[in-house]
DNA sequence: GATATCTAATTGCATATGCAAATAGCAAGT
DNA sequence: ACTTGCTATTTGCATATGCAATTAGATATC
């Protein structure tokens, strides 16, 4: 439970009183300058402090946790919230997660680490300078013993502290990112594309078989944080998500 | 702009009233009796059916077009709104925008149709009776004349009006279903696959090329209303996704 | 020490009131 | 016809007020 800095709050006079409270409460939030756990000052503090009435305030935050950035309790007060792990339509945030949540027993080997410069297609592909540093890592994930999804990963070494002293011996590279990192954007892409050779070796398939590739890359406030590729078998793997015409349910 | 039935509007008692008046509006709009264009009642109608205060009204009906149900207007009323022909995600819900969009031209032919019984296969995979009329299609998209995407539909005869009278010479299936059924619970899933001999032949690609495969099965109140596999040719598609740990951009 | 009870902090909900902003529709004038 | 301006309707926003529900923490009791 973090000390909150009540004056941290401050208008911008631009557009709805209610709306800029609730901006400004929501930059805190996702600048992870109110990680999660803060608590935020209650009403009558923030009331107080910006001159505004209680229900203005109130219509604020009822928004907000609407949004599902704090959450609120009845006398224990506001805090806020531990982002959701995954996100609705296809994922696969964690894959140690997803393993388990199939019922089969998950272990990953991390088959490669390269720390240095970008290769100019990884640069590119990132919008990183040649200069920066990163890590790259070929990571091979297991379900029941059996290969499940071979990843490589790109992680920007300035957008995360402590990867130098990591090895991932214990934890696998997206799991400890989701832990050691903030972002604020990703990008999906999903396409179909035949394994490699070397692939198709690593994940005991044949060359060619057609494979899922998932593509993702984040960003936290416009700066480069990770860019993974996926590759799944594509007979044994399948996306879903479920939906109504106003959104996700 | 359809008659308004004020009187349809009814509270049920459990909760807050916001969110009984929420949930009645929100009921009258999914279930398709109150149709997009509809007018809704002005708040002060509603205060008054309903027993209500202004502001309590004026909540559940602020809360509605945030959630794009309905569209507001100061001084021309509020209306239910058209819901969204595409979804965040991974949309693709009409063929002929999307190729649009890429800024190609698009055609279609349908290349079989036929009306009957569904097979097994079929039924197994949408819950029907052998004994539900359907109607099977199968459609090529075209991009710039050349092959696009493979469709391959099962409308449930009972669910749509108009079906047996519609040739889909004017408008491909996908897009006559948006305009002529309604929809409330859809299932995506996305696979890859290799192109079987006469789909390879049909997309003019090589048989055992990569493909994704695009399913989407669609209800209304759990009653079917389509099923649809799309099968693109994987080295031309991807689709992508962009949001933040929140919720969608 | 354990347990029951009270108190006060905090959010949740609803109302009444007033004014601001946008604008459809009408009226008047040219 | 076309423009101009007025007016009434409708939504948007903020405030002040009061009470209800929840419950952490203090207090009293056994």
């Not at 890359?217 to 594509?234: F, I």
């Amino acid at each position: 439970m973090t000390e909150t800095r009540l004056d941290a709050v401050k208008l911008d006079g631009a557009g709805p009183v209610y709306d800029q409270i609730r901006r400004a409460i929501r930059d805190l939030v996702v600048s992870g300058e109110w990680p999660p756990g803060t608590s935020v000052p209650p009403e009558h503090a923030l009331m107080e402090q910006l001159g505004a009435s209680r229900m203005t305030v109130h219509r604020a935050l009822v928004q907000l946790a609407r949004e599902g950035l704090i959450v609120r309790r009845r006398r224990s007060g506001t805090v806020v919230a531990t982002p959701p792990a995954s996100h609705a339509m296809l994922d696969i945030l964690s894959i140690p997660e997803e393993v388990r949540q199939l019922g089969q027993a998950y272990a990953y080997e991390v088959l490669a680490r390269t720390d240095g410069r970008p290769s100019p297609e990884v640069a590119e592909l990132f919008g990183l300078k040649r200069s920066d540093k990163v890590a790259h890592l070929i990571v091979l994930h297991r379900a029941d013993g059996k290969p499940h999804v071979l990843e490589e990963r790109v992680i920007h070494a300035a957008g995360v502290n402590g990867l130098a002293d990591e090895d991932f011996a214990e934890t696998p590279p997206g799991d400890w990112l989701l832990q050691h990192s903030l972002w604020s954007q990703a990008e999906h892409a999903i396409s179909a594309i035949g394994a490699g050779e070397e692939q198709a070796a690593l994940l005991e398939i044949a060359e060619g078989e057609p494979c899922l590739l998932v593509e993702r890359r984040t960003w936290n406030q416009s700066q480069p944080v990770t860019a993974v590729r996926l590759l799944y078998p594509g007979f044994r793997h399948r996306f879903v998500g479920r939906f109504g015409p106003y959104g996700a349910a």
